[in-house]
């Protein structure tokens, strides 16, 4: 089959081509850098023209109150191309629980993506993950100073970045689901804790500092980030760190 990657040169997407390819597909990656603005729509319809499967992995640059903006129109734009291409399925990657704290501009904004796909004119599917573990650094920076790290102890079921795209690309490779798969990875933690873990294997003398309303994920209420009935996947967190 011919897939055309939409964001197909990031973290994801660059491991969906290799996948894809991998398995005797024709996978081609585009990407602002290749020409292709699902904003504008510049260069889509060339992107999309005789594919058989569009995944879509491209992201908001921001994840503020402007997030819900990109989605929609870059949905919008993308669906209309594929349409005109005779796209047969289409595929985006979003996040388990997203729909559960409206609280977040950018959680709000992947469900209202979800939302725009399933009400369009082509068949479809949802991969959600939990929190990639690649992010956890980038969470380490974001209520840090010299000496303390300060994190909720929201529930995270952290999932490997090959993990995502390994699934991402055997759904897009089989029937439209018309609906939604979860996949997660095999341990939950204790975002704190997850810190505490990140921290002691890179040496790192700071200390993690429970507090509730630290970062993002403090709008986080409940177990609501992770789950058991998910799809799991094999990567464990110690051993990604290793």
């Not at 993308?78 to 559960?100: C, F, P, T």
């Not at 500092?209 to 209420?221: E, I, L, N, S, W």
Request: no cysteine; glycine share 10%.
């Amino acid at each position: 089959m011919k897939f055309a990657v939409i964001g197909g040169t990031g973290l994801i997407g660059s491991q969906v081509v290799r996948d894809l390819n991998a398995a005797g597909h024709q996978a081609v990656p585009h990407a602002l850098s290749t020409g292709v603005d699902v904003i504008s729509g510049r260069g889509l319809d060339e992107a999309v023209a005789g594919a058989d499967v569009v995944v879509n992995l491209t992201n908001s640059p921001t994840f503020d109150e402007a997030s819900p903006a990109f989605f929609r129109t870059s949905m919008d734009n993308l669906l209309a191309a594929a349409r005109k291409g005779g796209v047969r399925h289409v595929v985006i990657l979003s996040i388990v629980g997203a729909d559960q704290v409206p609280e977040l501009d950018y959680y709000r904004a992947k469900v209202l993506q979800e939302d725009i796909l399933a009400a369009g004119p082509i068949p479809y599917s949802i991969v959600r993950a939990t929190q990639f573990m690649e992010f956890m650094d980038a969470v380490l920076t974001w209520t840090a100073d010299d000496g303390t790290v300060r994190l909720p102890a929201t529930p995270i079921q952290p999932i490997a970045a090959k993990d995502v795209a390994a699934a991402v690309a055997e759904v897009a490779a089989g029937p439209p689901l018309n609906g939604i798969r979860n996949i997660g990875g095999p341990e939950v933690f204790a975002l704190d804790e997850l810190g505490r873990i990140t921290l002691a294997h890179k040496g790192d003398p700071r200390t993690v500092v429970t507090d509730p309303t630290a970062g993002m994920f403090a709008a986080v209420k409940g177990d609501v980030l992770t789950d058991q009935n998910a799809r799991l996947a094999p990567t464990r967190y110690a051993d990604w760190l290793s």
